[in-house]
């Protein structure tokens, strides 16, 4: 029932009052929504038509799946006009998540699909094969006719049946040779065709890269712009806060120094002064009022140092390749990371261990890099979150909340330890290792693979690691991992001090994270 509660829950407010109740604006949206669910309604009926007309279709049920995404696609769009009057947000957002899920299971029943469908012979292979047969045939015919007259004739001619043998025989090796040369020929037709579809299978990878490519730029693209308009936004009104803290601290000194003078002067008040100074505790304010102003000033250059790590993160101002402090970029990722370092319920908190060495300004393009550190941080936490749960650490973990401390001590402590290096005055190297569970061989030699995870449905794309290792490349450096069961997880990143100069007025595609949003 708190469930049932929990979704139809009241105590929203309505989606109209957003649009202001303006006739106007709420009609475009009822009658826009209303006309795409009649479209994703109708949509299915037709699918389903031709599926009932046509019963030599294959994989018809791939449209009655693909209908029902389209069904679940319309009922939202009906969710969106229910919305406006009745604030019924939790079940809206279940009805999205079973239309996500369809949708998902439908996109990868269509990738597993793609070779069955190309494997399917076109009408002109169909003809081409049923013509070979029917000449096949006919070839056929004629050898059993000639046959039948030899036999006639050995019947008739014992003289001539040595010659007839031989004639036979003559023409039998002929046809075993055409034989021959029919199923040499149709050896190399085999080998083309695997060679075929080989190349298919290439090319076929080659788009999904293409696809994953694409994904990832549009997400960084709105990001990006996110992130930009986010740090704007945030610093304009901190700047006004922190720029007039400083005279505000000034005028308030400045009465609290009235104050002072006047007592001095005036050292027995009125009672109605008395009284009122009794009861806003005014020893207590002209004490405490510094430190408020100490943690206002305090909280503004936190928001502060905060939009700095969202510039330094994102550098969308820094298309071009340049030098930069590496230091700076990892610092900022992990600032955006915070929130998932701090103590969750279900696990005590990540730490953090940097053994930053003595590093020059990386001649790099800084944004990649940070999209590299986010996808390679979040692997680390999701794998260090996955063991706390599996080995039951949070057992040993909230016994820190009764007197015995014991059992809490023997907790295994949760780490990611950094550390950057030059080698041999060339290489920046920079190594970031977590004391997770590992990972077994087998799914290690295919980490880099686009669309390969490990996670369970809905926590990961696959296409971290992917996109993490063509940046690395586009910098003609290298990404290494070395794991073990166990014994945690390290990536080894190397890259150039100074780029390439045929890479230096080179940009590559913008590429992200697949693990921020």
């Known amino acids: 029932m708190q469930m049932v509660h929990k979704i139809f829950a009241n105590y929203f407010i309505p989606h109209g009052h957003c649009y202001l109740w303006k006739p106007g604006l709420v009609g475009l949206h009822i009658l826009s929504?209303?006309?795409?669910?009649?479209?994703?309604?109708?949509?299915?009926?037709?699918?389903?038509?031709?599926?009932?007309?046509?019963?030599?279709?294959?994989?018809?049920?791939?449209?009655?799946?693909?209908?029902?995404?389209?069904?679940?696609?319309?009922?939202?769009?009906?969710?969106?006009?229910?919305?406006?009057?009745?604030?019924?947000?939790?079940?809206?957002?279940?009805?999205?998540g079973m239309t996500a899920l369809i949708s998902l299971c439908t996109a990868a029943v269509l990738v597993e699909l793609i070779p069955k469908i190309l494997a399917i012979p076109s009408p002109d292979q169909l003809a081409a094969a049923n013509l070979a047969l029917q000449n096949e045939i006919g070839d056929r015919k004629q050898a059993q006719e000639a046959l039948s007259q030899l036999m006639l004739d050995l019947?008739?001619?014992?003289?001539?049946?040595?010659?007839?043998?031989?004639?036979?025989?003559?023409?039998?090796?002929?046809?075993?040779?055409?034989?021959s040369l029919a199923e040499n020929s149709l050896r190399r037709s085999e080998a083309k065709l695997l060679e075929q579809t080989q190349q298919l299978e290439n090319t076929l990878q080659q788009l999904k890269g293409t696809q994953a490519q694409l994904v990832q730029n549009e997400k960084m693209s709105s990001l990006g712009q996110m992130v930009a308009g986010v740090a704007h936004e945030i610093n304009n009104p901190v700047n006004f806060i922190y720029g007039n803290l400083i005279p505000a601290e000034e005028y308030i000194k400045d009465l609290l120094e009235l104050i002072k003078v006047y007592q001095i002067y005036y050292p027995t008040p009125a009672p109605e002064i008395a009284d009122k100074i009794r009861s806003i505790d005014l020893g207590f304010i002209l004490e405490d009022l510094q430190k408020l102003f100490g943690s206002i000033k305090i909280g503004a250059e936190r928001i502060s140092d905060i939009v700095k790590s969202l510039r330094t993160f994102s550098r969308l101002d820094e298309a071009e390749m340049k030098k930069v402090n590496i230091h700076e970029g990892i610092d900022s990722t992990l600032m955006i990371l915070h929130h998932r370092l701090k103590e969750q319920s279900q696990r005590p908190p990540i730490q953090v261990i940097k053994e930053y060495g003595d590093l020059p300004e990386l001649e790099c393009y800084a944004g990649q890099l940070n999209q590299v550190f986010m996808n390679i941080f979040s692997n680390a936490i999701d794998a260090l979150e996955l063991m706390a749960q599996q080995a039951d650490a949070t057992k040993g973990y909230w016994q820190k909340k009764f007197p015995d401390h014991l059992l809490y001590t023997q907790c295994q402590l949760l780490t990611i330890r950094i550390s950057t290096l030059l080698v041999d005055g060339k290489w920046v190297e920079i190594r970031i290792a977590d004391n997770g569970n590992g990972i077994d061989s087998d799914a290690l030699a295919k980490i880099y693979d686009p669309f390969y995870t490990t996670k369970p449905i809905g926590y990961g794309t696959g296409l971290g690691l992917a996109i993490s290792y063509q940046i690395?490349?586009?910098?003609?450096?290298?990404?290494?991992?070395?794991?073990?069961?166990?014994?945690?997880?390290?990536?080894?990143?190397?890259?150039?001090?100074?780029?390439?100069?045929?890479?230096?007025?080179?940009?590559?595609?913008?590429?992200?994270?697949?693990?921020?949003?």
């Open 33 to 96: 929504d209303g006309l795409i669910a009649v479209a994703y309604f109708l949509i299915p009926l037709t699918l389903i038509y031709i599926v009932n007309k046509r019963k030599d279709v294959p994989f018809d049920w791939v449209f009655m799946l693909f209908g029902s995404f389209i069904i679940c696609c319309g009922i939202t769009h009906l969710m969106e006009i229910w919305t406006l009057w009745h604030p019924n947000y939790w079940f809206s957002g279940f009805l999205k």
């Open 155 to 179: 019947e008739k001619r014992v003289m001539e049946r040595t010659l007839a043998l031989k004639i036979a025989n003559e023409l039998l090796q002929q046809e075993n040779g055409d034989r």
């Open 472 to 517: 690395i490349q586009t910098h003609e450096g290298y990404l290494q991992c070395t794991s073990e069961l166990g014994r945690g997880t390290e990536f080894i990143i190397k890259i150039p001090w100074l780029a390439p100069r045929c890479n230096r007025n080179f940009a590559p595609k913008q590429a992200v994270m697949s693990n921020f949003c």
